[in-house]
């Protein structure tokens, strides 16, 4: 599963999103139609943390980096160690 697939997935787990993976569109604007509030997004933060094992500091939390599944994805790229599957 691709680092997409996996974020997809918990995305549509977490929030109870009543579609699939392949219905989630990479640039759906999670913020701004009320998927992710602020707790939603340290839930996210954390699981980013242990699923892909980044280091964040208070500089990286920014909204714009959770937009979108593309821009989690994309925040995460150098960040993450190398999981299995990648």
């Known amino acids: 599963m691709t680092r997409t697939e996996q974020i997809k ?3 549509i787990d977490e ?3 009543d579609i699939t993976p392949d219905e989630l569109a ?4 999670l913020l701004a139609n009320g998927v992710i509030d602020s707790l939603g997004l340290l839930t996210l933060v954390s699981w980013l943390e242990s699923t892909f094992g980044l280091d964040m500091d208070t500089l990286d939390i920014a909204p714009d980096n959770f937009r979108t599944v593309a821009a989690i994805d994309a925040f995460c790229a150098p960040k993450a160690l190398a999981p299995e599957g990648r």
Do not use: G
């Open 9 to 11: 997935r918990f995305l």
């Open 26 to 29: 990479d640039d759906y604007d």
């Open 15 to 17: 929030y109870a999103l």
